[in-house]
């Protein structure tokens, strides 16, 4: 028997702050709306239904996706506490009026629900809830008056809504959300009973988009089945924190460096060898990456977050292992650059630029064509009889992708904003210096990402990015060179590329 609590706005907007106040809160936080319950509590009854509720598994929410939600901000001059000795005008003594901005959703639909489907409330811990929800003036500021209800059973369809779940890391665009947790409940009485704020003692767990309510993400999910599933299961991504001058994308080794150190740093020993890099010879291990900003037409390559791409193979044990080391206790906001200078970053990505479903082409089920964004180096050097399209295509099935079908080739960017080449001196020393190439790849089948390939590739360089939902073009002559006009390297008869032996 599920339980849901159903928020129905009665002014359609929703205002409530985020993380950061200039910002709006949406998704709505879980923890939001239980605190709205704990400030209806009247009772040992009601603590002892909200003690019942947060012992239970994370919610789901129910609400209008984040693309179809309006943001703005509401300015006004609220009353401000001062230490004066003399008033004026219209201030009380020893307080002041100053201008507030504070910052808004408005939803497409009025409603949205925290639901836990699997709950199943006792007759007497659901009548509490209920009066609890009725009693309930408005959720997140005073300004936003809610009609609340809690109920036994799913809530109706949001029309074009979607739903948020909790997960270990997103497989997506991901949000972290306030949810409660067994002893949040004491918790809340002791930081008001202190002077505290309620988000002193909150607690986030990232939450991605499941599905849509109306289940036509279920066949969006089934249409995903047909495309091979790289060796990369999912991107975890952090934003460089504003203001900041930008760092150009040539300096993307030196960041993903230093985003390797600031991880194993927090790692305790031994460190798995998959978060090391010390494993097996063919086994995926973590990547560390710098996303530019590409694809676009004023896309001039600087890089607009970091991230870590995590092995399909992964164990469970060490993924907690590297979740709690950079998410949870205490999560990763800094890393220092080889100059020494600190960088505050911050986990989620904040720019559709830096959503992980667009590198890993999650959002389009799959891509058959990919271009770099990062030079790729050589796995090896090129001779007679393998040329770079024959040596790119062995690199990109040493890396755990299909054998492409086309390859192009050229010693210059392929997409605006695509980074030419690291900076000297950035690249590890002792390692084997080898060709780079920018490329262009086409596969028979749709390949889900993200797609690195290269010498160098968990480190930042020959990381592609889906530029096409189209099966391949048909089959030209093979041609291919750096310097030259560079085709598409493939063979309409034979699996394998021009120069393959």
């Not at 090391?276 to 590409?294: E, Y």
């Not at 959002?363 to 796995?379: A, C, F, I």
């Not at 020393?429 to 993200?450: D, I, M, N, W």
């Amino acid at each position: 028997m599920p339980l849901s609590i159903r928020v129905c706005l009665r002014s359609g907007r929703y205002d409530a702050g985020a993380e950061r106040p200039s910002e709006s809160e949406w998704p709505p936080h879980p923890a939001r709306v239980f605190c709205a319950l704990a400030a209806s509590a009247e009772d040992d009854a009601d603590w002892s239904a909200l003690r019942w509720l947060e012992q239970q598994a994370p919610p789901q929410v129910w609400s209008d996706p984040v693309d179809r939600v309006r943001r703005g901000q509401a300015r006004a001059y609220v009353v401000q506490n001062a230490i004066q000795n003399n008033g004026g005008n219209l201030n009380w003594p020893g307080r002041t009026n100053g201008l507030r901005a504070r910052a808004f959703a408005v939803p497409s639909c009025e409603c949205f629900a925290i639901v836990w489907p699997q709950a199943e409330p006792p007759a007497e811990i659901l009548n509490r809830l209920s009066h609890m929800a009725w009693m309930v003036p408005y959720v997140g500021r005073s300004t936003s008056t809610a009609q609340v209800s809690a109920a036994a059973t799913l809530p109706p369809d949001i029309p074009g809504g979607v739903i948020y779940e909790s997960t270990e890391f997103t497989g997506g665009l991901s949000w972290d959300l306030r949810i409660p947790y067994s002893g949040y409940t004491d918790a809340l009485r002791d930081a008001y009973l202190d002077g505290r704020r309620s988000w002193e003692v909150a607690r986030v767990r990232p939450y991605h988009e499941e599905r849509s309510t109306g289940g036509r993400a279920e066949a969006a999910a089934t249409d995903m089945s047909d495309a091979v599933a790289g060796p990369f299961a999912d991107l975890m991504v952090w934003s460089i924190e504003r203001p900041v001058a930008r760092i150009g994308g040539d300096q993307v080794v030196a960041l993903t460096r230093s985003l390797r150190n600031a991880v194993m740093s927090r790692v305790p020993d031994p460190v798995p060898g998959q978060i090391s890099g010390h494993t097996a010879p063919g086994r995926p291990h973590v990547a560390f990456l710098a996303l530019p900003d590409v694809g676009h037409a004023h896309a001039d390559g600087h890089i607009l977050g970091i991230a870590l791409a995590i092995p399909r193979d992964m164990p469970a044990e060490d993924l907690t292992c590297l979740l709690r080391a950079v998410i949870l206790e205490p999560p990763l906001t800094e890393i220092r650059l080889a100059s020494g200078r600190p960088l505050a970053v911050r986990y989620g990505a904040d720019r559709v630029g830096m959503s992980p479903s667009r590198w890993a082409a999650t959002d389009r089920r799959g891509g058959y064509e990919w271009v770099t964004v990062t030079p790729l180096m050589l796995d090896g050097h090129t001779r007679r009889s393998r040329d770079e399209a024959s040596e790119v295509a062995r690199s990109l099935v040493m890396a755990g992708y299909p054998e492409p079908a086309a390859v192009e080739v050229s010693g210059t960017p392929m997409m605006a904003g695509a980074v030419w080449r690291p900076r000297n001196r950035t690249l590890p020393e002792g390692r084997p210096r080898r060709q780079l190439v920018h490329v262009r790849v086409r596969f028979r089948e749709s390949v889900t990402g993200p797609v690195l390939a290269g010498s160098m590739r968990y480190l930042g360089l020959g990381l592609f990015l889906p530029v096409s939902q189209e099966r391949p073009m048909p089959p030209r002559r093979p041609t291919a060179g750096q310097g030259a006009d560079p085709g598409p390297v493939e063979h309409a008869e034979s699996p394998k590329l021009s120069g393959v032996s």
